[in-house]
């Protein structure tokens, strides 16, 4: 695990001084507090900070093979790397280190880009310089789960693995995009490949790129999530068999460490079941970690106690009340765009806490999403039922009884699903899907932004990322279509940010076992009457559930470290939330402070539940004051000479 950052002079000039990649390197030093390592030749730099976690001693990077032609650095952990470092071995290969990252250099001069990424399982992201051909190859994962931004100015491919990073580099604009704030608006993070910056791009999952001096770099998909009929004839007994047998193997692959190792644990059943895994595959008694609120109906600190209990574990847990300012400044400070997701705040804490005792935590994230383990996943069967009302009775009876219900201030209250199931109902299924997490529709981000803000992005249409994605599979099962875009957007963009950036705020490596590509594969041949044969979320993995803890634990509420963000605005938050935005440089240039004040008035007053709106104008404040010092003006975009190389597009056609 570490931060990666590097560039390639398209042109084959020169690299100048690499005092540019050494500060890029030194924004990230979070990621890797223990050790850097950077290499240089003519035309290309590329370097690393590193979190040392497989072969401590001697797996520095940059990693050459033997004759210095090829080298890699990577960020993340390459899991089946003893067993790929044996078939290359065997056909003639020579290794240094115990790295895993070794086995990128070997495993790309055997097979090459394409065969690599084949044959690697892993969260990553990764930079090979091939230096016979003077070609650069970048490839992430295939959920995203690492990070990994580039931009293209004045004929400099620069990329590295944190968006404030790339602002090092004085030819990087980083002239705010609005249509990614627009977007924003809707969906509390920004959806890739577009970053909040206009010359940076997030390399999308399951992508490449390859960078060729004297040419325009290219993009290209490698990996993506296919859905079949494969197992359209297996009995649930076989499919069980089958989940068991690839999630055992994932844990214990994920286990690979040579530096101590832990679990988040919530009350969930899915860090349960990583749990009940890696008990089966330790030496001794797992070391797990839990953060619990003094708010009762958000604690889960005597479920995950009692789960702790069962499997035996070496059990440590912090409690938090109202968290300072100072800590989630900090916070939120860590995240290198803006993200409305306020769980990053006990995430972050309890990172902090375990990362004073291990240097590796597992996590339950990626169940919900091979598993369907959302309320959306059934919402396109109770649909057609609710349709079925008179139109009438619907828009005079039922809207406005629901709408007029009080707001409740819970975790996921009923108001709240009963509001957002009737304004999504009748939008069809595409856009009702979108509909159940849009925070600021059309007139709400009318009525915030200034005007002449929303002149230049009343246009966009934010649910486009999303129609794109069912685009990409509308030939498939109603169920799969929507894992899949859950997969591609709130997954990737979302919740796999926040556990990249909150863990490596503490230089913890956070791992997640379900997100493996040989369990997705297998899930993508599992058809939805298979997946969901009722309205029981998770149903499969609920049965495998059933086969590894007792009965008290399946029964547990999932919470997940999930905050009362909503109380702690009504009292000890007001304050501050009120000034920190309302003040804020975002909100001077880019929206109408009245209406704003207005967004906050009816959540103080409790009129409405606008906690995540709240949180999403929080952190577009403290990410734009971290860099307003170095926000592009068209002045200074003169003073950076040339224009910027075409940054290369995502190809139409996606690989199924």
């Not at 999630?247 to 749990?275: C, K, Q, Y």
């Not at 963000?565 to 920190?580: D, I, V």
């Not at 995540?612 to 950076?640: F, M, V």
């Amino acid at each position: 695990m570490c931060g990666i950052a590097g560039l390639l002079q398209l042109d084959g000039a020169p690299v100048p001084q690499l005092n540019t990649l050494h500060a890029m390197l030194e924004r990230m030093r979070f990621r890797g507090p223990d050790d850097e390592g950077v290499y240089s030749e003519a035309m290309v730099a590329m370097g690393m900070v590193r979190l040392a976690i497989i072969d401590p001693e001697h797996g520095r990077q940059p990693i050459f093979d033997s004759d210095n032609t090829v080298g890699a650095v990577c960020n993340g952990e390459i899991y089946n790397y003893i067993e790929l470092r044996a078939e290359l071995q065997s056909l003639g290969h020579h290794f240094r280190c115990g790295s895993d990252t070794e086995v990128l250099v070997h495993g790309f001069k055997q097979w090459g880009i394409d065969g690599l990424l084949e044959r690697v399982r892993g969260m990553f992201a990764f930079s090979i310089w091939d230096r016979p051909h003077r070609e650069l190859h970048l490839a992430r994962d295939p959920f995203g789960i690492k990070p990994l931004y580039y931009s293209c100015p004045n004929g400099t491919l620069v990329y590295a693995s944190d968006l404030k990073s790339l602002l090092r580099h004085p030819a990087v604009s980083n002239r705010i995009n609005l249509s990614t704030l627009r977007r924003y608006l809707a969906y509390g993070y920004a959806p890739g490949p577009e970053t909040f910056c206009e010359d940076i791009v997030q390399l999308l999952p399951g992508h490449r790129l390859s960078a060729r001096v004297g040419a325009e770099p290219e993009v290209q998909q490698y990996w993506n999530l296919s859905f079949s009929t494969e197992h359209v004839g297996k009995s649930q007994q076989e499919l069980l068999e089958t989940i068991d047998g690839l999630v055992s193997e994932s844990v214990r692959l994920h286990m690979r460490s040579d530096v101590p190792l832990g679990i988040l644990l919530s009350s969930g059943m899915d860090s349960a079941t990583v749990l009940s895994y890696m008990v089966e595959h330790a030496d001794g008694p797992v070391k797990t970690f839990t953060l619990d609120f003094e708010d009762p109906r958000f604690s889960e600190g005597t479920q995950a106690a009692l789960v702790s209990r069962h499997f035996g574990t070496e059990h440590r847990q912090i409690r938090l009340g109202v968290p300072t300012i100072a800590q989630i400044e900090e916070a939120f400070g860590y995240y290198d765009q803006p993200n409305f997701d306020y769980s990053c705040i006990p995430t972050f804490l309890v990172s902090k806490f375990a990362r004073e005792h291990v240097k590796v935590a597992l996590m339950g994230d990626g169940g919900d999403e091979l598993f369907a383990g959302y309320p959306t996943a059934y919402l396109h069967r109770v649909t057609p039922f609710y349709s079925r009302i008179p139109e009438p009775v619907r828009r005079n009876v039922l809207t406005p009884l629901i709408e007029r219900l009080p707001t409740s201030f819970g975790r996921v209250p009923l108001d709240y699903k009963l509001k957002r199931f009737i304004r999504g109902a009748d939008a069809g299924f595409e856009r009702g899907h979108y509909s159940w997490k849009l925070l600021f529709d059309d007139a709400q981000a009318a009525s915030v932004l200034r005007p002449e803000v929303w002149a230049e992005v009343a246009h966009i249409d934010p649910f486009a990322p999303v129609g794109s994605y069912f685009g990409q599979v509308a030939g498939e099962e109603a169920l799969n279509r929507v894992l899949y875009v859950d997969a591609k957007t709130f997954l990737v963009d979302d919740l796999l940010v926040k556990a990249d950036r909150m863990t490596m705020a503490s230089s913890l490596e956070a791992r997640v076992p379900f997100l493996d590509r040989q369990v997705a594969e297998f899930m993508c041949g599992v058809t939805e009457r298979q997946k969901l044969p009722g309205f029981e979320t998770k149903w499969l993995l609920r049965r495998l559930a059933e086969r590894r803890l007792p009965a008290e634990i399946r029964k547990l509420k999932k919470k997940g470290f999930s905050p009362p963000f909503a109380e702690w605005l009504h009292g000890p938050l007001r304050r501050y939330a009120t000034e920190r935005i309302l003040d804020s440089g975002a909100v001077r240039e880019y929206f109408d402070r009245a209406s704003v004040a207005r967004v906050l008035e009816q959540h103080f007053a409790k009129r409405a539940d606008l906690n995540r709106e709240i949180a999403l104008l929080l952190s577009l404040a403290i990410w734009h004051n971290d860099i307003r010092q170095t926000i592009a003006s068209p002045a200074n975009d003169e003073a950076r000479g040339q224009t910027p190389l075409a940054i290369p597009r995502y190809r139409q056609e996606t690989a199924r």
